[in-house]
């Protein structure tokens, strides 16, 4: 008898909740992978290489695959716009998954694939002209974020110090404020200015989780007074702040 393939079962044993869509669990072979479960399906993505599992060429993946080919070729090899095209596929389905990982707190995993993406953007920007770039470099801004934000939050996780994680978020927006946008994209501007905000938030997030310091909270609560036209009440908070800085 043939197999039904009729997905009923399978979507009544995961019902849709928009706040639990995505699980992991073991493959028969033992292997983790990533479920989705979406209003009128199932997504399934491979933790590692392609997300899809396939090896495109024999290969773990189309960069992998490209890459081999530069060796070969050398200074003769150029990225053509199919050629650009299959990578940035390829990209997206590692977009998918980083977010997924994001949003499970599997950070160095979405780390992994951040950087994986950033690699991308690196490879077709050497090895291809500059208008079919663009449509790739564009999004570096946005990549680089996630992997910023992802990197800092890892840190947090393993029991790091809030301080040195907005140290590195800060850093970060530098290191996204100074990119050089390929040509005249109005998409990659976009990405830099949301990408800054984004990463500002979480600074202001950690920042909020941190003890204040008794010079801190003085001083705080004399801009407090201060703002109140309380100049009295400043004034006593200055001379406190004054006598902490003679220690």
């Not at 849709?16 to 033992?30: F, I, L, P, Q």
């Not at 060429?57 to 299959?86: A, I, M, N």
């Not at 564009?138 to 947090?156: C, F, K, T």
Request: charged content about 35%; glycine content about 6%; hydrophobic content about 35%.
């Amino acid at each position: 008898m043939r197999r039904s393939e009729d997905l009923t079962a399978l979507l009544h044993a995961w019902e849709y909740d928009e706040g639990r869509s995505v699980r992991r669990v073991r493959a028969k072979d033992g292997r983790e992978v990533l479920q989705v479960r979406l209003p009128l399906g199932l997504e399934q993505y491979e933790f590692n290489g392609r997300p899809d599992g396939l090896k495109p060429e024999g290969e773990e993946s189309w960069l992998h695959y490209y890459k081999k080919k530069v060796q070969v070729f050398r200074e003769e090899f150029v990225l053509t716009k199919s050629d650009c095209e299959k990578l940035q596929s390829e990209g997206v389905l590692y977009y998918y998954r980083y977010l997924l990982f994001f949003q499970l707190g599997e950070y160095a995993l979405c780390t992994r694939d951040t950087q994986r993406n950033l690699r991308l953007l690196d490879f077709v920007g050497e090895n291809a002209d500059s208008e079919t770039a663009e449509s790739l470099l564009q999004y570096r801004p946005y990549i680089l974020r996630m992997n910023i934000m992802a990197r800092a939050l890892q840190d947090v996780k393993d029991g790091g110090n809030k301080r040195a994680a907005i140290r590195k978020l800060e850093r970060g927006i530098e290191e996204i404020q100074g990119l050089t946008a390929p040509g005249k994209s109005p998409i990659f501007d976009l990405e830099r200015e949301r990408s800054v905000r984004s990463i500002e938030e979480l600074v202001r997030q950690f920042r909020e989780q941190i003890p204040l310091s008794r010079r801190d909270r003085l001083r705080q609560q004399m801009e407090e007074a201060i703002s109140r036209e309380d100049y009295e009440k400043a004034a006593t908070l200055r001379d406190q702040l004054r006598k902490i800085s003679k220690r």
